[in-house]
């Protein structure tokens, strides 16, 4: 289901970048819309790979996604199911861009050539698509400056006009229309290349990446702002057998490496499981294995060879928006995800088969933009097709310094009593202030098992060396005046 996003503009600054006027920059991404169906906006080019020759460059990764059920022999997959298409759609079979001559040069479906010349000087013309009985041109009708998503920018316009052999203006539904060049941001505006002429088709921008604007993809770099010591914690459900099924789940990240072109977080993974029978690994948030993307790819996009990241594997895109509503500490939600069963098998097929296992697809997710991840759905299959959903929501978050919601200990958190830890966070000592002696403290991880035991203890106050201790969160109960009190005590 298409997800309809507000637009959520991002300001960036543009030192030190300047595309100029090449319609598809090396690292820019772009979102597009039909002028005549304002839904119709799933329409995408990114630049996942592109090579060089002499003074040309060919972009050969745009993709697009649709639901093909006649191409079975090309796609079909376990169960008999016909899987997605992958097909090369509007912008048309190949992208050719000349950085000398400034020519960009497309097949439509029928392997017809369409060149379109933006070297024009202005007030003049050239055609760029001709078939014996219809002739199309585009003229350089001015250069101005425009502004679009709060952003002003240099833009060349290029206006459509259709002919006759014989040189008379015809009727078409292009004719007037302006292909709209910016210096900075490459297209703004341009047709459907791949049905042309059968279909004339209009879009406009909806988003661009790099500088970042608009509704497009969210990246990895956005949804996984985590450094060294961050803290989170999921509380993880599921629906299924007439059950209300949960358990809350701690992340803590312990280091975080970057690369030339990647980034590695690791983490460390404890459970917290009041529920009984919650069973698989799928229902977690984030298992404790490390997250690793290459910088600047989106979220969708999980890397199948960690040497070089260059394989996409999953399904439709994450749209980059902002809800007019927020959540968790005011922070807005940053964008909602779709996505489903589906693995990237090759170029060479162009499908997108069912990913063949047991467990679950995430069918939707929420981020923040200080935060990250904030919420996700699964949708269940294989073994765990009795539950009707699973889901994770983020409750707690120590993220870059910034300390949010609140923290699960356990059901039978008591608070009968003051108590007070300090310094907490620590990395070493950590001194206990009770309104009552203290008869016995009890450190335990966040899995239940007891890592300190203290007794006889008969003071108000005590300083404990958590020296030994792994860095992460452990749960602190002290016993005082026949009543128990609970405490999260993080070391970094």
Known sequence: MKILLTTFVLISSLIGFSQNYQPFGQNSSKRFFDVDSLTNDNYFFYNDYSTSSGDTTYFTQYRKLVHIQDYTEYCTFWGGASGLFLDTTWLGITIKWNNVTRELSLLNNHAEAINFDFNLPIGASAPFYSNGSIEYRIEHSATVLSSFYNITDSVQLFEIQAFDPGGTPIASALNGFEIKLSKNYGIMSFINCFEFPALEQKFMLKGNTFPDFGEYSL?????????????????????????????????????????????????????????????????????????????????????????????????????????????????????????GYFQYLCDVCQCYGQYDGHGSSTSSQTYLENFGVSSRRHEPYGYLMNGTGLGSLLIYADVNGVTCGNLWADLDELNTFNLELFPNPTNDLVTINSEFQMEEITIRDFSGRIVRELSNINQKETTLSLTDLQNGAYILEVKANNSAQKKTIFKH
């Open 219 to 339: 990246t990895n770099d956005l949804a996984y702002p985590w450094q060294t010591g961050d803290q989170l914690q999921y509380r993880n459900s599921r629906l299924g057998q007439g059950a209300n099924q949960y358990n809350y789940q701690m992340l803590t990240v312990t280091d975080r490496v970057e690369t030339a072109d990647s980034v590695w977080i690791y983490l460390t993974s404890a459970l917290i499981e009041p529920s009984p029978a919650f069973g698989g690994p799928f229902n977690h948030q984030r298992s404790a294995q490390p997250i690793i993307y290459r910088k600047g790819s989106f979220v969708t996009y999980l890397p199948t060879n960690r040497s070089n990241y260059e394989i996409p594997i999953y399904g439709p895109l994450v749209f980059r928006g902002e809800w007019t509503d927020t959540n968790f500490c005011g922070d807005s939600l940053k964008a909602v995800s779709s996505s």
